[in-house]
C-alpha cells in the first residue's frame, strides 16, 4: 500500500502535454545550437579562426572543465559533433526515443548534453552567454523525464519549475539591486533602443510612450520577483503563474533578438502547465493522452495509466538529489547582497545561477567596420562599409529577427564600445578583412568588395539613436546616427602578407 502511495506521488500522468514541450521544444534549441556552432564556429574559433581553439587548448586545464576537444581540436571534428548533436536532436524533436524504454531519450538527452558543453567550454568568449549554460542545465535536467511508457516523473518536473524560478526571480533580484533606472521605472526608455540587436518592432517599441515604458517595468517586476513563486501552488495558479511568464517572455521575443534566452524561459515554464488547464485553454490538446495515443498510434501518453519501473524510479531519484545538493550555492547567491549574474558553481554546469541587465545602457555607440581600396587612407579615400547581418549600420535598413539563432559576432560588436574596442578576437577579424578571408565574409550580410583585398581597414565609433516618426517621414532612415571618433586609425596588412 505504502508502494503504491509513493509511486501515485512520483508519477505525475497529468502533465504528459507538460513533456511532450518540454522534450520536443528543449530538442529543438539545441538543434538550433548546433546549426549556429556548425555554421560559425570554424571562422570564429576554427583552425584559423579568430581566438583558435588549438592556441586555447595548450593552457588548456585538463582537469577543469570537459571537452572532447581537450586532447584535440579539429574543424572535421568539429562538424562531426555539431552533425552528431543536430541528427540526435532530430530524432527528439520527431518523438522518436520517446517511444522506447525511458533510458534511450535519457541517453539522447545526455549525449546533446555532454556534445554541446565540449563546444561551450572551448569557445572562450563567444560561448560566454548565460543562455549556454541554462541549455546545458535544462538539457541535462529534460534528459530525466522518461519516455511515453512511464508517466513523467514529479520530482524532475519541480526541478525544472526551480530552474525557471531561479531564471525569472534572478534576473529580478539583479535588476532591483542593479541600475537605479529599474527603480525609478524609466528602464524602458533606453531598453528598446540599446539593447545588443534590436529586432523588427523594436524601433515602434521604443517610440511607444513614456507611460506605457512605466507599465512594461512594473510588469517586468511583477512577473519576475512575485509571479515565480506561484509556480509551486496549486493548480491552476501554477499554470495561471507559467502563463504570466510565457506572456512576458513573447513580448521579449517580439521587441528583441536574445538568441534562445526567452524561448528558454517559455519552454521550462510549461513545466507548471498540467493537462487540465492546457485542454481548457486549448481544447485541441487531449485531456487524457493515453485515450488520445491509442486513437492515433502515435504511443505518446502510453504510460499515463502504467507506474514507472523500479530502475527507473531510482535514477531518477539520484538525479534529483545531485541537483538538490547542487542547489545550496544558487539559493545563497539568491540572498547575497553580491549577487553573481550567469556564473556555474561546477564544471558541469548544472544548477546555475542566472540574470540579464541588471543595469541598461543609456546610450547606443556601435562600431562601424569600413575599408578602402585607395593606396592613401585619407578622409577622401573612398571608404565602404561592411554591413553585418543583425547589427544596426545600414540606417534605412529594418533590423531583422534572428533568433533563436544567435548571431555570435554581432552580438560581441555590441559588447566592444562597453568594454574597449582593442579586443584581441577584433584586431584579428580586422586583418581577416585584410586579408579578405572568405570563411569570415560569410559571417557578414554585406562584404561592398566582393571578395577584393581592402589596402586598409578602419574601426569608426558613431552615437545610433531610433529616428522619431516625424524624422523617418522626411529621411526614410529608421537609425540617426552621428560620428564620433575614430577607434582603430587605418591599418593594413604587413608588406609581402
Known amino acids: 500500500m505504502e508502494n503504491v502511495e509513493w509511486t501515485a506521488w512520483f508519477d505525475a500522468p497529468e502533465y504528459e502535454f507538460a513533456r511532450q514541450v518540454l522534450q520536443r521544444s528543449t530538442a529543438t534549441l539545441y538543434f538550433v545550437a548546433f546549426l549556429s556552432s556548425l555554421n560559425q564556429f570554424p571562422a570564429l574559433l576554427g583552425e584559423r579562426g579568430l581566438l583558435p581553439v588549438p592556441a586555447y587548448l595548450e593552457g588548456f586545464n585538463r582537469l577543469g572543465r570537459p571537452s572532447l576537444f581537450r586532447w584535440r581540436y579539429s574543424d572535421r571534428l568539429l562538424r562531426t559533433v555539431c552533425w552528431s548533436g543536430l541528427a540526435i536532436a532530430a530524432t527528439l524533436i520527431a518523438g522518436l526515443p520517446q517511444l522506447g524504454p525511458p533510458w534511450v531519450p535519457l541517453i539522447a538527452f545526455l549525449a546533446l548534453w555532454l556534445l554541446y558543453m565540449s563546444i561551450v567550454n572551448v569557445g572562450q568568449t563567444f560561448y560566454g552567454f548565460g543562455w549556454e549554460m541554462l541549455l546545458l542545465e535544462a538539457g541535462f535536467t529534460v534528459a530525466f523525464l522518461g519516455s511515453?511508457?512511464?508517466?513523467?516523473?514529479?520530482?524532475?518536473?519541480?526541478?525544472?519549475?526551480?530552474?525557471?524560478?531561479?531564471?525569472?526571480?534572478?534576473?529580478?533580484?539583479?535588476?532591483?539591486?542593479?541600475?537605479?533606472?529599474?527603480?525609478?521605472?524609466?528602464?524602458?526608455?533606453?531598453?528598446?533602443?540599446?539593447?545588443?540587436?534590436?529586432?523588427?518592432?523594436?524601433?515602434?517599441?521604443?517610440?511607444l510612450p513614456r507611460a506605457w515604458h512605466r507599465v512594461?517595468?512594473?510588469?517586468?517586476?511583477?512577473?519576475?520577483?512575485?509571479?515565480?513563486?506561484?509556480?509551486?501552488?496549486?493548480?491552476?495558479?501554477?499554470?495561471?503563474?507559467?502563463?504570466?511568464?510565457i506572456f512576458t517572455q513573447l513580448w521579449l521575443v517580439a521587441s528583441g533578438n536574445f538568441a534562445w534566452l526567452n524561448w528558454m524561459a517559455i519552454i521550462l515554464a510549461f513545466a507548471a502547465v498540467s493537462d487540465p488547464v492546457a485542454h481548457a485553454v486549448l481544447p485541441a490538446i487531449p485531456l487524457d493522452w493515453q485515450t488520445a495515443s491509442a486513437g492515433t498510434g502515435s504511443g505518446a501518453g502510453a504510460g499515463a495509466g502504467s507506474q514507472a519501473p523500479v530502475p527507473?524510479?531510482?535514477?531518477?531519484?539520484?538525479?534529483?538529489?545531485?541537483?538538490?545538493?547542487?542547489?545550496?550555492?544558487?539559493?545563497?547567491?539568491?540572498?547575497?547582497?553580491?549577487?553573481?549574474?550567469?556564473?556555474?558553481?561546477?564544471?558541469?554546469?548544472?544548477v546555475n545561477t542566472y540574470g540579464a541587465f541588471g543595469t541598461v545602457t543609456k546610450r547606443r555607440i556601435e562600431i562601424v567596420v569600413e575599408g578602402t581600396l585607395d593606396p592613401e587612407p585619407g578622409d577622401d579615400a573612398d571608404w565602404r562599409e561592411y554591413g553585418f547581418k543583425g547589427k544596426p549600420g545600414d540606417v534605412r535598413r529594418i533590423p531583422r529577427q534572428y533568433a533563436p539563432y544567435h548571431l555570435r559576432l554581432d552580438w560581441l560588436m555590441w559588447f566592444l564600445p562597453l568594454r574597449t574596442v582593442h579586443e584581441e578576437w577584433f584586431y584579428a577579424f580586422l586583418a581577416k578583412l585584410l586579408a579578405a578571408d572568405r570563411p569570415t565574409l560569410r559571417l557578414l550580410r554585406h562584404d561592398p568588395f566582393d571578395g577584393e583585398r581592402p589596402h586598409w581597414v578602419r574601426a569608426s565609433s558613431y552615437l545610433y539613436r531610433f529616428s522619431t516618426r516625424a524624422e523617418f517621414r522626411a529621411t526614410g532612415q529608421r537609425w540617426i546616427r552621428t560620428p564620433l571618433y575614430v577607434a582603430i586609425p587605418p591599418s593594413r596588412l604587413p608588406s609581402g602578407a
Open 312 to 350: 527507473w524510479l531510482v535514477v531518477v531519484l539520484a538525479a534529483t538529489v545531485l541537483l538538490a545538493v547542487l542547489s545550496y550555492r544558487p539559493i545563497e547567491n539568491l540572498f547575497s547582497h553580491h549577487q553573481l549574474m550567469n556564473a556555474s558553481f561546477n564544471r558541469w554546469q548544472l
Open 216 to 245: 512594461e517595468v512594473l510588469g517586468n517586476h511583477f512577473a519576475q520577483l512575485v509571479v515565480p513563486f506561484f509556480l509551486f501552488a496549486p493548480q491552476p495558479l501554477a499554470s495561471a503563474a507559467a502563463g504570466i511568464i
Open 148 to 207: 511515453d511508457q512511464t508517466p513523467p516523473p514529479r520530482p524532475i518536473l519541480i526541478l525544472l519549475v526551480w530552474l525557471v524560478f531561479r531564471l525569472e526571480f534572478g534576473a529580478g533580484l539583479i535588476k532591483i539591486r542593479g541600475g537605479p533606472e529599474w527603480r525609478d521605472l524609466t528602464a524602458l526608455y533606453y531598453h528598446h533602443e540599446t539593447q545588443p540587436m534590436p529586432g523588427p518592432l523594436s524601433r515602434q517599441a521604443h517610440l
